[in-house]
């Protein structure tokens, strides 16, 4: 197998060409539509389809099949065989965003090793950004002119000026309820976990909560930005500090998940745990 760094620039260049795909379809003008499907109760469109077959078919092209496998929203099974390196992509995060033109969308590909990630690509079209991690390299924001610079959170002194990113679509009423109990009251609305986690990562924001209600969070939404989040210096657990696990099998990220700069996330995990214990 390749070392990560070589795998890391075939990562970024495919993170880039998909990009370009994305934005080609985003900023269509004329009578080509994006002729959006649901699965599942989730919008799908064929610049879903498109961008995930360019992907996979890259990075086959590039690595082959036999030491990897490849978990995508688009042509994921539950008849997958578990291998110990697996690709988990996001050909298209924040699909209601790309259809409402918010321009809050994402690419996110990460690679697994057993349960955790270890290396990680978010693109965000409209930001003309690219972000990247190697486990324990330190995490990275490149730009379309191939300026690269270091991502580090925040710091900031109170818990009281912490800034919480919240969805603009996936939202239910146990999670506003919980949000209007956090000591941190500064609230922005993002769509797509890859735009939350670089707002966060850029320091415009500090916290994120995700709350499974009757369908969860799934691994290729949160893979690819939790490695950036926490190798620019942050946090991203379950509310009881477990870490998250990847290509276990079952992709639903059950339970509560918190995002954070890291700085209280200790007190913010048990705050919420608190909230939801004692509401009825």
Request: aromatic residues 8%.
């Amino acid at each position: 197998m390749k070392d990560l760094q070589e795998i890391l620039t075939v990562a970024r260049s495919i993170g880039w060409e998909a990009a370009d795909i994305l934005r080609s379809y985003y900023h269509q003008t004329g009578d080509r539509n994006l002729e959006v499907q649901y699965k599942q109760n989730e919008p799908v469109t064929v610049a879903d389809v498109a961008v995930n077959h360019y992907i996979l078919e890259k990075l086959q092209a590039a690595l082959g099949t036999e030491d990897f496998a490849y978990i995508s929203e688009e042509t994921y099974t539950t008849e997958q065989a578990k291998q110990e390196w697996a690709w988990i992509i996001d050909p298209l995060d924040g699909t209601r965003d790309f259809i409402e033109k918010t321009g809050e969308y994402a690419i996110h590909i990460a690679l697994v090793k057993e349960t955790r990630p270890v290396l990680a690509v978010v693109a965000v079209p409209e930001l003309e950004k690219l972000y990247y991690a190697i486990k324990d390299s330190g995490a990275f924001a490149e730009t379309r002119d191939g300026q690269t610079l270091p991502l580090q959170v925040s710091s900031r002194e109170r818990l009281e000026d912490l800034t919480v990113v919240v969805s603009r679509s996936h939202r239910n009423e146990k999670l506003d309820y919980l949000l209007q109990q956090l000591p941190c009251q500064n609230q922005k609305a993002v769509g797509s976990v890859g735009c939350k986690i670089a707002t966060i990562v850029e320091q415009r924001a500090d916290v994120y909560i995700s709350l499974s209600g009757k369908s969860a969070p799934k691994d290729w939404d949160i893979a690819a930005p939790e490695l950036i989040l926490t190798e620019a210096g942050g946090k991203y657990t379950h509310f009881d500090g477990s870490p998250l696990q990847y290509n276990t099998g079952d992709v639903n990220q059950w339970g509560g998940l918190l995002a954070s700069n890291g700085q209280y996330h200790e007190i913010l995990c048990q705050d919420a745990e608190k909230v939801l214990s004692e509401r009825v």
